[in-house]
C-alpha cells in the first residue's frame, strides 16, 4: 500500500492507493474511491473514477514532486508526495521547497531589453526588475516578494532561455 | 476592368494563413505558402499547394523581410499576395512594391494603408468624416514635458499609444504623474522595435468603455458597406482574447449610427477591400472612433458566422476588380457567434508566452463549431512569433445557446505540452457578468486582479489528487521493475500498467 499527500491550490489530499483484482482504490481523507486506469498514450490515460470518466495527461514540470494534470481543458497544478515523508517534513517545520527561491529565473525564453536593479538593492513585491521582450512584447518581470539583490547573472541585449538564472537574492 | 487570380503567395504563417489557403482551395485558385526555418513543416506549410522557404527563423529574416517574400513571389510566378494580419500586412511600402511589380495586393491602396495606419493622420481623416474622437494629443517622447502638461490638464489616467501601432504593442495606460516617463519611454522602445517608429501619442483613457467595432467591405466601383459590429471588450494587455457578433449592448439605432459613421470613413479614405473601423463605446452609449485596421481582423469568423459573407473570398474578389454583389440591404445577422482566442501562454503567470511541443491536441467539433487552428499535434510552439496557435468559434440562434456551445467545444479541447488559454476561457465563460453581457475593456482586470484563473471545483480538485497518485504509483512500479529486471525502461507508468493488465487477461499472475 502507498500513501500520498497531494497538494492543489493549497488544499490537501491524503490519498492511500491499492491494488485490487482489476481495479484500484484510493483513499482519499478516508473515503473509499473506484479507479480504473485505461492507458491511451505515453503520458496520458483514461481515468474512470467511480464511473466518473477523465481524459488526463500528467506532465512533468522539472522540478521533482510539481505535475501538471491536463483533465476536463484545464491545466491543474499539482504537488504530490510521500505521505510519511510530508508528515515528517511538516514535523520538523520545513516548508515546501519553493519558499527558500533565492535566484529569479526566466519565465520564459527572449531578449533581455533592460535590467532595473543592481547588486546591493533592496526590491520589494511587484518591483520592475528585468524587461524582456518575447514574441515582440516588452514583458515586465516583477519581484514576489522583499529581497536584496546579490547578483545580475544577465545583460541588456543577452537572449535567455526559460528557466535562466537572471537574478540572485541574498 | 477584371483581372483573374490564378495564383496567390500567402505571406503569413499560423492559422491566418491557413484560413486564406483554405479560402484559395474554395476558390480553385492555387495557393503557395512561405516557411521560415523553425516552420519548414508547420500546418500552413503542409497544407498549401505550393512551399517556398524563405530565410530564418527570426521574423526580420522571413515574413517581415520584404526581399525574401517578394523573391518568393517571382519564383513561385504568383500573381497575387494576401497578407494576412500581422507582419507586412499593414505595411504601406510593401504593399507599394507589389502594385510596382504588377502584383496584385490583396488589401487596401498602398495610400490609404499609409494614412489610415498612421494613428494621427486617421484621427484627422475621423474628424473630417464627422466621427467623434477621443479627447488626445499628437505630443509624445520628443517632447515629454509638453506631453506631461496635457495628460495632466485631460487628467489622468491617460493612454499612451504608438502612432503606428496595432494588437496593443506600444501602448501603456498611465495612471498617475510619476509614471508617465517610463510609460512613454517603454511604449516608444516597444513601438521602435515592433514597427521601426517611436512616435507615440496621448489620448484620454474613458472608464470602463466597450470595443465595439464595424466590419467593413468596399469595391473599387464606389460600394462601401458595413458587415454589423463584433464587440471585442474581454481584452488583457490591450490585446483582445474573447470576441462576439452581434455586441450585447447593440440596438438597431445605434447599429446603423455606427455603421454610417464607418461608411464615411471608408468614404473619406477611399477604401477597397475589407477593413474594421474600431469605436469605443461608453457606459452612456457614445461612441468616439479608435482607429481603422486596414487588413482581415483576427476576429473576422464571428462576423463570418453571423452573416454567412466569407470575407477572404470578398477580398479576392473585389482585388480581381468585381463589383460586389452584396448590398447593404442584403446584410442581415443570424444568431450569435463567440471566439476565443487560444494562446500558448500561462493565464495565471500573467499571460507569459508558452513555448515546447504539443503532444497532444485534439480540437472540439460538433453542431456550431468553428475551428481555425494554425497547428497540429507535434507542432512545435516557436518562440519567435505571436504565441496564438487558434480561434476557436461557436455559433448558437442566440448569446445563451453560443455560450453553452463554447463551454463545451472548451471541455472537449486537449492541449497538452504547453500551457493554453483554455482553461482561462471556460472560467470567464461561466462569469455572471460575462453571461449577463456586463464588459468593459476592463473587465479582466476587475474580475481578476489577482490574475487568478484556475478556480476548479473541488470535486475536480480531488479528481486530479486521485490522477496524480495513480500515476506516482505506477511510476513507482515501473522503478522497482525494470531496476530488478533488463535494464532501464522507457516506458511510463501508464503503458506498464496496460501491460499488466493484459498478462492478466492471458492467466498471468501480478
Known amino acids: 500500500m502507498s500513501r500520498y499527500s497531494v497538494t492543489i491550490d493549497g488544499h490537501e489530499f491524503d490519498i492511500e492507493m491499492e491494488y485490487r483484482s482489476d481495479h484500484m482504490v484510493a483513499t482519499v481523507n478516508g473515503r473509499e474511491r473506484l479507479v480504473r486506469v485505461h492507458k491511451l498514450q505515453e503520458t496520458r490515460a483514461l481515468l474512470v473514477i467511480d464511473h466518473?470518466?477523465?481524459?488526463?495527461?500528467?506532465?512533468?514540470?522539472?522540478?521533482?514532486?510539481?505535475?501538471?494534470?491536463?483533465?476536463?481543458?484545464?491545466?491543474?497544478?499539482?504537488?504530490?508526495?510521500?505521505?510519511?515523508?510530508?508528515?515528517?517534513?511538516?514535523?520538523?517545520?520545513?516548508?515546501?521547497?519553493?519558499?527558500?527561491?533565492?535566484?529569479?529565473?526566466?519565465?520564459?525564453p527572449g531578449l533581455i531589453v533592460e535590467i532595473k536593479v543592481a547588486p546591493g538593492d533592496t526590491v520589494t513585491a511587484g518591483q520592475p526588475l528585468v524587461v524582456v521582450e518575447a514574441m515582440k512584447m516588452e514583458n515586465i518581470l516583477k519581484a514576489k516578494g522583499t529581497a536584496t539583490v546579490k547578483a545580475v547573472r544577465i545583460a541588456a541585449g543577452q537572449s535567455v532561455e526559460k528557466g535562466e538564472p537572471l537574478i540572485e537574492f541574498e | 476592368m477584371i483581372k483573374p487570380i490564378k495564383k496567390i503567395l500567402v505571406a503569413n504563417r499560423g492559422e491566418i494563413a491557413v484560413r486564406v489557403i483554405r479560402a484559395c482551395h474554395d476558390l480553385g485558385i492555387v495557393s503557395v505558402a512561405i516557411c521560415s526555418d523553425c516552420d519548414r513543416t508547420a500546418y500552413h506549410a503542409r497544407l498549401a499547394d505550393e512551399w517556398y522557404h524563405i530565410g530564418g527563423s527570426p521574423s526580420s529574416e522571413s515574413y517581415l523581410n520584404q526581399d525574401r517574400v517578394m523573391q518568393a513571389v517571382k519564383d513561385s510566378g504568383a500573381d497575387a499576395v494576401?497578407?494576412?494580419?500581422?507582419?507586412?500586412?499593414?505595411?504601406?511600402?510593401?504593399?507599394?512594391?507589389?502594385?510596382?511589380?504588377?502584383?496584385?495586393?490583396?488589401?487596401?491602396?498602398?495610400?490609404?494603408?499609409?494614412?489610415?495606419?498612421?494613428?494621427?493622420?486617421?484621427?484627422?481623416?475621423?474628424?473630417?468624416?464627422?466621427?467623434?474622437?477621443?479627447?488626445?494629443?499628437?505630443?509624445?517622447?520628443?517632447?515629454?514635458?509638453?506631453?506631461?502638461?496635457?495628460?495632466?490638464?485631460?487628467?489622468?489616467?491617460?493612454?499612451?499609444?504608438?502612432?503606428?501601432?496595432?494588437?496593443g504593442k506600444g501602448m501603456r495606460v498611465v495612471e498617475s504623474a510619476d509614471l508617465f516617463q517610463e510609460a512613454l519611454d517603454s511604449a516608444s522602445r516597444?513601438?521602435?522595435?515592433?514597427?521601426?517608429?517611436?512616435?507615440?501619442?496621448?489620448?484620454?483613457?474613458?472608464?470602463?468603455?466597450?470595443?465595439?467595432?464595424?466590419?467593413?467591405?468596399?469595391?473599387?466601383?464606389?460600394?462601401?458597406?458595413?458587415?454589423?459590429?463584433?464587440?471585442?471588450?474581454?481584452?488583457?494587455?490591450?490585446?483582445?482574447?474573447?470576441e462576439e457578433a452581434p455586441s450585447p449592448i447593440m440596438t438597431d439605432e445605434l447599429r446603423e449610427r455606427m455603421g454610417t459613421a464607418a461608411v464615411s470613413i471608408a468614404r473619406e479614405a477611399g477604401y477597397v477591400g475589407a477593413g474594421t473601423v474600431e469605436f469605443l463605446v461608453d457606459q452612456n452609449r457614445s461612441f468616439y472612433f479608435l482607429e481603422v485596421n486596414t487588413r482581415l481582423q483576427v476576429e473576422h469568423p464571428v462576423t463570418e458566422l453571423v452573416t454567412g459573407v466569407d470575407l477572404v473570398k470578398e477580398q479576392v474578389a473585389v482585388a480581381e476588380g468585381r463589383e460586389l454583389t452584396l448590398r447593404q440591404e442584403d446584410i442581415r445577422l443570424n444568431g450569435h457567434a463567440i471566439e476565443c482566442r487560444i494562446y500558448a501562454e500561462d493565464p495565471s503567470g500573467g499571460f507569459m508566452p508558452s513555448t515546447g511541443t504539443l503532444e497532444h491536441y485534439r480540437l472540439p467539433a460538433g453542431p456550431g463549431v468553428r475551428v481555425d487552428s494554425g497547428v497540429l499535434v507535434w507542432s512545435e510552439?516557436?518562440?519567435?512569433?505571436?504565441?496564438?496557435?487558434?480561434?476557436?468559434?461557436?455559433?448558437?440562434?442566440?448569446?445563451?445557446?453560443?455560450?453553452?456551445?463554447?463551454?463545451?467545444?472548451?471541455?472537449?479541447?486537449?492541449?497538452?505540452?504547453?500551457?493554453?488559454?483554455?482553461?482561462?476561457?471556460?472560467?470567464?465563460?461561466?462569469?455572471?457578468?460575462?453571461?449577463?453581457?456586463?464588459?468593459?475593456?476592463?473587465?479582466l482586470q476587475e474580475e481578476y486582479p489577482d490574475s487568478n484563473y484556475r478556480t476548479f471545483s473541488p470535486e475536480l480538485a480531488e479528481d486530479a489528487a486521485i490522477a496524480a497518485a495513480v500515476d506516482k504509483l505506477l511510476n513507482e512500479r515501473r522503478i522497482t521493475i525494470s531496476q530488478s529486471g533488463n535494464g532501464r525502461s522507457r516506458s511510463s507508468g501508464w503503458v506498464r500498467h496496460h501491460r499488466r493488465e493484459n498478462v492478466k487477461r492471458l492467466g498471468g499472475k501480478h
Request: hydrophobic share 40%.
Open chain 2, 381 to 443: 510552439i516557436p518562440i519567435y512569433y505571436d504565441p496564438m496557435i487558434a480561434k476557436l468559434c461557436t455559433w448558437g440562434r442566440d448569446r445563451t445557446e453560443a455560450i453553452a456551445r463554447m463551454q463545451r467545444a472548451l471541455s472537449e479541447y486537449r492541449i497538452s505540452g504547453v500551457e493554453s488559454t483554455v482553461g482561462f476561457h471556460q472560467v470567464v465563460l461561466a462569469n455572471k457578468k460575462f453571461i449577463a453581457g456586463d464588459l468593459s475593456t476592463g473587465f
Open chain 2, 82 to 167: 494576401h497578407p494576412g494580419y500581422g507582419f507586412l500586412a499593414e505595411n504601406a511600402t510593401f504593399a507599394q512594391r507589389c502594385v510596382d511589380e504588377g502584383i496584385t495586393f490583396i488589401g487596401p491602396r498602398p495610400e490609404t494603408i499609409r494614412g489610415l495606419g498612421d494613428k494621427l493622420v486617421a484621427r484627422e481623416m475621423a474628424i473630417k468624416a464627422n466621427l467623434p474622437v477621443v479627447p488626445g494629443t499628437d505630443m509624445g517622447a520628443d517632447n515629454p514635458d509638453e506631453a506631461l502638461a496635457f495628460a495632466k490638464k485631460i487628467g489622468f489616467p491617460v493612454l499612451v499609444k504608438a502612432a503606428a501601432g496595432g494588437g
Open chain 1, 52 to 108: 466518473l470518466s477523465h481524459e488526463v495527461d500528467i506532465q512533468a514540470t522539472g522540478d521533482g514532486g510539481r505535475k501538471i494534470v491536463f483533465m476536463q481543458g484545464t491545466e491543474i497544478p499539482v504537488a504530490i508526495e510521500d505521505y510519511n515523508l510530508a508528515q515528517m517534513r511538516k514535523a520538523a517545520g520545513i516548508g515546501s521547497e519553493e519558499e527558500v527561491d533565492t535566484v529569479f529565473v526566466a519565465p520564459m
Open chain 2, 190 to 242: 516597444e513601438a521602435k522595435s515592433a514597427f521601426g517608429d517611436g512616435r507615440v501619442f496621448i489620448e484620454k483613457y474613458l472608464v470602463r468603455p466597450r470595443h465595439v467595432e464595424i466590419q467593413i467591405l468596399c469595391d473599387t466601383h464606389g460600394n462601401h458597406l458595413h458587415l454589423c459590429e463584433r464587440e471585442c471588450s474581454i481584452q488583457r494587455r490591450h490585446q483582445k482574447v474573447i
